[in-house]
């Protein structure tokens, strides 16, 4: 069964405002992992087979995953919930009330101004709208399978707000946010935000003997020779040879699908976040399990159930240096993380701009595009 309630907090909990940066806790001090290439003659696609919790764990060069859900209620006239929110901690609102929260908004649900230095955000957006701002003055609304890179680099603030902007039907969200590391020489470069929009991101249909479909949508790097939008350009994905890959799979009730193999040394995780009976290399992996599977090997995925299945796989090459983290801040060594306390608290990564820390946009349904300043 799911831990509905605890995989998909972590988000809001490393999400933390400009107020509340310090009672983060330290997580210490991770190396890098060193992939086992053992030399047998038949190599076996499957290395392991974990459960998923409330975070997801990752390889080198990620950070972690999480699978945000929750089944938001109609909205009001200011795109919060049109339900009432008494007995809810507001401004730390993380209990799975009434299967919604509020997280760190009082108004709206959401995110408002937290900072980020040495790392990227991916976020992947499956259902719902994200209104974004930050502060260099970039601000904007996507969703429904659009996906914001956000290179964090030395210093930006950002908030992520989740307008309900359907009055009439209820406001179901589902994201995905992945942190992406930055390797040493680009983790102090200049912020920068990419989009990359729905009908931008390539999918490929297969079909298979059976006439059961496929279809994979390539958030970043390529297969069957087609590619992902290009990343933002310090991104440690901008290097082909990197092998940087998030690829989103469904799979129809009884489709199969083989994965290419990539190059040695790329770490490759399975991660199986909705449906049941999912054949991986033939082996049954239950769901909410993640496989990491030997990179060398084309990988068989197969639907054995009746119903849809979804799957995301993250692969790369391992950066392969010291990871020092502590809740939004992402360095080398404990001085880089103390130096990024310090910086923050004297310039606020450039203020914040906006009149509300919990900023929205507009009450349209419709997708605004975000706008960047000539500086961005």
Same mark, same amino acid.
């Given at each position: 069964m ?38 047998? #003659?038949?190599?076996?696609p ?23 859900? +929750?089944?938001?209620p109609k ?7 049109v ?9 730390? +609102? ?8 509020m ?14 230095r ?15 701002? &930050?502060?260099?003055?970039?601000s ?5 399978? &659009?996906v ?7 210093g ?43 009908d ?21 790097? +390529? ?7 290009a ?30 193999k ?29 496989a ?40 080398? #060594?404990?001085q ?13 990564f ?7 820390y ?19």
């Amino acid at each position: 069964m799911k831990n509905k309630s605890n995989r998909r907090d972590f988000l809001g909990k490393l999400a933390l405002g400009a107020s509340s940066a310090l009672a983060i806790p330290f997580l210490g001090i991770t190396g890098s992992k060193e992939t086992d290439m053992n030399e047998s #003659t038949e190599i076996q696609p499957i290395i392991s087979i974990k459960p998923l919790g409330f975070q997801w764990e990752t390889a080198d060069p990620f950070l972690f995953c999480v699978h945000h859900e +929750d089944r938001y209620p109609k909205g009001n006239a200011q795109m919060g919930p049109v339900d009432s929110l008494e007995g809810r901690q507001l401004g730390q +609102d993380f209990n799975l009330k009434d299967g919604w929260r509020m997280y760190h908004g009082k108004t709206i649900p959401g995110f408002p101004g937290h900072p980020h230095r040495g790392f990227e955000t991916i976020t992947v957006v499956r259902k719902g709208m994200v209104d974004h701002a &930050d502060s260099m003055g970039a601000s904007g609304r996507y969703g429904d399978g &659009d996906v914001q890179w956000m290179t964090a680099g030395k210093g930006v603030q950002h908030s992520e707000m989740f307008p309900l902007v359907h009055q009439d039907k209820e406001n179901p969200m589902e994201l995905f946010q992945i942190w992406l590391n930055l390797p040493k020489r680009n983790k102090m470069v200049e912020p920068h935000f990419k989009m990359l929009w729905n009908d931008t991101i390539p999918v490929i249909t297969s079909t298979d003997a059976s006439g059961n479909k496929a279809e994979i949508e390539l958030i970043a790097g +390529d297969m069957l020779d087609k590619n992902a939008p290009a990343p933002p350009p310090d991104s440690w994905a901008a290097e082909q040879n990197n092998y940087v890959g998030v690829f989103n799979i469904k799979l129809d009730a009884g489709a199969e699908f083989t994965v290419p193999k990539t190059a040695a040394g790329v770490n490759r995780t399975v991660y199986f976040y909705e449906g049941t009976d999912l054949l991986v290399a033939g082996e049954k992996l239950a769901e909410y399990h993640a496989a990491e599977v030997h990179p060398e090997v084309d990988l068989a995925l197969k639907n054995d159930s009746g119903k849809t299945i979804k799957i995301l796989i993250l692969q790369g090459k391992p950066i392969s240096e010291p990871v020092v983290q502590h809740g939004p801040f992402v360095m080398n #060594t404990r001085q880089e993380i103390q130096q990024a306390f310090e910086d923050y608290h004297s310039t606020q990564f450039g203020g914040w701009p906006w009149p509300d820390y919990g900023q929205v946009h507009d009450s349209l349904p419709t997708l605004m595009e975000l706008k960047k300043p000539d500086n961005y």
